[in-house]
């Protein structure tokens, strides 16, 4: 079951263009509310990138376009943006302990679907980045998804559940880390790619240097290079903050603008 409402609108000199979907599935505790930017020059005969864009811990829908202008990215880059909403603290993975927190399932069988109807994407341009808990998200549906997406990011991303066992309620997804160590693993961005032989596609990192997650992303950068993927990794000033994402978001745009197919 699904509902939709569309806003074209026009305030103050500023037009805004997007859809805001709700879509119900057993696989999520409620109704997920996604929002969508579409460029202002829309056109249905042509096809369209796709950015989806995951918002962080204790974050909704709503907080990446609260950090930034998305309108603005949509018109300028002629994206589709999609913001699904990761429930608070779902992590963007199938919850072993929630049975109704299952959230890759629910973005591949009913976010991704409904979308897909709705909009003419181009299927070889879809892109995926987050911020903290939706870096984590971003990277590991990216990297166990590789032939669906043509590029992931991360901004400020938690890389390495595995170092942060207590923190942010990821316990309550899939359990104390002691009793379920490959649960961990296999939901932790950079122990997911350790275990890939060949992974031919590019990657966007970034950190601040004064981020508490630097540890983790300078280490999922190393992994990279062992591994030989091909990343851009930034560790640029800054800390875990909005104004970080604000700056640091630009440079994803023009990354995966250059990789369009």
Known sequence: MRKTFFCFLIFSGIIFSQDTLLIYADSVPAADTTIIFIPLSYDPTNYYPL????????GNYAQWSEITDLQKYADDYNFIIACPDGFYDSWYLNSTVKTNIQFEKFFFDN?????????????ENIFITG?????HGAITLFLK???????GGSTSGIL???????????ENM?????????????????????????FNHDIIVDCGTQDFALKV???????????????KFIAQ???????????????????FNELIK
Request: aromatic fraction near 14%.
């Open 174 to 198: 899939i359990g104390e880390m002691n009793d379920n160590l490959s649960v961990w693993q296999n939901n932790s961005a950079v122990h997911i790619l350790a275990k890939i032989e060949k």
């Open 237 to 255: 000033p800054g800390n875990h903050s909005r104004q970080y994402w604000k700056k640091s978001i630009d440079e994803h745009f023009r990354f």
């Open 145 to 151: 998804h590789p032939d669906f997406f043509n590029s």
């Open 111 to 123: 976010l991704v679907p409904e979308i897909f109807n709705r909009y003419k994407i181009s299927k």
């Open 217 to 231: 992303n300078e280490e999922f950068y190393e992994t990279c290079k062992t591994k030989g993927v091909r990343i």
């Open 160 to 170: 390495n559940i595995t170092q942060f066992p207590k923190k942010w309620g990821i």
């Open 51 to 58: 950015l989806f864009m995951l918002h962080g811990w204790s």
């Open 131 to 135: 911020l903290s808990m939706g870096g």
